[in-house]
Every structure is written in C-alpha cells, then in structure tokens.
C-alpha cells in the first residue's frame, strides 16, 4: 500500500476504511457461535506454537500465560460496558463476583463453579472450574505433570484483575478440575 | 475422551472466545516474527494442522461422500464454514474452467474488534483459512490453492478468498515416508 512520508517522519496512511471498527455497533444481541472443535484446534495450535518456542515447562507456561493476559486487558471495557453499564467494580468481592458471573458467562457461556477463599491466608482465593473449556481435548503427557494449559485462562483473569486496579498474580492447578489461585496483593486485602 | 455413540452435533462456544484467541495468536506471531510474510506463511502452516484434523469431523458428522465435480467441492466448503464458523459465504466468480472460484465473506467472526495498524498492511489476517483448506482438502485427495484477493480489513467491501483446484492427487502416500 501506498503511504507518504513527510519531512518529521510521520507516516500518513492512504487507506481509509469505509467504516472504522468504531462505527460498528458495540452491543451485538445477537450471540454468534462457533463449533467447539474448531476453537479446541485453535486452541491446540496456540499450545504447540508456544511450546515449540519454549525449551522448558516453566518457560512455556510464561508464554501461556502472556497470550492470556493480552486477551483480559481487551475484556474489561466491552464485559463492564455490556454488563454493568460501564461502571467499574471497586470492592474487591464484586469484583470476584463479577468474574465468576458475568466475564465467565461471556466468554465461557456459563458461569464458574466456585468461588472460595483459602482458610489459612485471606489474600488467597480461589476460582474452581469442574471442566474447563481449554482444557477439554487436552491430555497433558505424563513428564509434564504439572502443566494445565488452563494457565491460558488464569492469565486473562490477572490482567483483569491488574487492570481493574487489583494487582494479583493468577495461576492455575490441577485440583478439582482446574483451579485457579489468586493471589492478591498486601495493598489490596489492606484497603478492604 | 470418550466417544459418545453417534451424538455428533456438537457444542458452541461464543465466537468472541474464538476472535480474541486467534487475535492473541496473530499478535503473538507478529511480536515474534519481523517478517510480516512469515507470519503470513505461519497463520497457513498452522490452518493446515487444523485442516488436516477438521476434515475427519466434518466427514463423520456430515456423512457426506465423494464429489462428483468441482461444484460440488465448493458446495461442501461452504458447508464446512457454515458448520464451524456459523458463516455461508457466497460462491461466485467460476471460472471458464470450472476449476476456481470465489468465496465472498460479508460477515467473518474472526474480524470481529480487529483493525489493522498501518505497519501491517501485508499482513494477511485470516490466512489461517487457507491453510484449512488446503489441509482439509490433502486428505480427500484433492490438491488445491487459495488466497485473498479482497479483505475488509484493508477497506474493501467484502472478503474474497479465491480457491483453486489444481489436481488430484493420485498416490497418497503420508507426509515424510516417500
């Protein structure tokens, strides 16, 4: 494509779209579905590509976790918009609240199992997920024992949650299913 | 996994699920690679590893059996988009031959809250498509090409993905043992 370049270096583009992503209407009722088989290959190709990247397991759930993160920064906006009216939740149970309800609902189309805070440590909740969508044609082989690729999701729920001013850190476990552990931050149980 | 007897029609996902992964993909793959052609060359490996996979369920749960022609081929492809991404692109644009044509995209899933930065005007978006097709299409013994032509997030009005049929192939012997 064309584009001009003007003495400050500044590129101008020459393409202008018709409508710009910002013309199209935010609130789409109808809900589009797609086949599950479809989603779980994609899914399947996302783990081989980040696993080929990576030489060890840890490093690999890194990188799981990231593309994760990428996708939560980009669901807050829309699921507070669509669900809340675009009020934010500023109290840390709602804000759990709102993850296990609306975000699951929105983006897994049924809520999260459970919802439970550790009994020892008041900083540390839990998120429980019978069967998690990404986990679903996924067997993990046996040298990898502890890998759940679900770290994928754990990563969406932390950039949420750092995002919407709760700074965590997420991972995901093998328990019940899949469970992921959120650790809060000092500065977040201190300002209740 | 199980198998469950002949319950076939499978379960949804919300396709924005699905947009925001291969959204997380591409981007990933454009961080990690400098070349916006291999990124290209990338999204197409990867369609066809789902390509490859895809077709096995699309037979079992279409039943469907051998084509007569190249009519027919594309009738199944649009199929196959309508049973996975909720989509029925229109064919048009046959050639003389009867050997290309084209599928017209005015709606995509996968385009959903995607704009292209200026940087990326070569990148091919959905060129994961391809790769599908040409994966899908191996394993039936049919050996075809496709790329865009026209795609909307470059302005145009629809997305045009122009297939063609360049033979069948005979011999199938599996990747890597000739």
Known sequence: ?192 | MARQGNKLDSKKVNSEMFTLTYGALVSQLMKDYDNVEDVNKQLDRMGYNIGIRLIEDFLARTQSTRCQDFKETAEKIQLGFRIYLGISPNISNWSASGDEFSLIFETNPMLEFVELPDNCTNLKYCNVLTGVLRGACEMIQLDITSKFIQDQLKGDNVTELRVKFIKTIQDAIPAGED
């Open chain 1, 1 to 192: 494509m064309n584009s001009s370049t003007n003495t400050t270096g500044i590129t101008i583009s020459v393409i202008q779209p018709k409508t710009s992503i910002l013309d199209k209407p935010i609130n789409t009722k109808v809900k589009h579905e797609i086949s599950i088989n479809l989603y779980a290959l994609l899914f399947s190709e996302l783990v081989q590509y980040c696993q080929n990247k990576s030489s060890s397991v840890p490093e690999f759930q890194t990188k799981l976790h990231e593309v994760g993160q990428s996708i939560g920064a980009k669901l807050i906006d829309i699921n507070f918009y669509r669900e809340k009216n675009g009020k934010r939740e500023i109290k840390l149970l709602n804000m759990l609240q709102f993850i296990k309800i609306n975000l699951w609902k929105n983006i897994f189309g049924k809520e999260c199992d459970k919802l439970e805070r550790a009994n020892d440590d008041e900083r540390t909740y839990y998120l429980i997920e019978q069967d998690s969508l990404v986990n679903k044609f996924i067997s993990v082989p046996k040298d990898k024992g502890s890998l759940n690729c679900a770290i994928f999701v754990a990563g969406m729920v932390e950039a949420v949650l750092n995002n919407c001013g709760f700074k965590s850190t997420v991972t995901a476990h093998w328990h019940k299913g899949t469970t992921y552990m959120i650790q809060f931050d000092e500065q977040v149980i201190a300002r209740g």
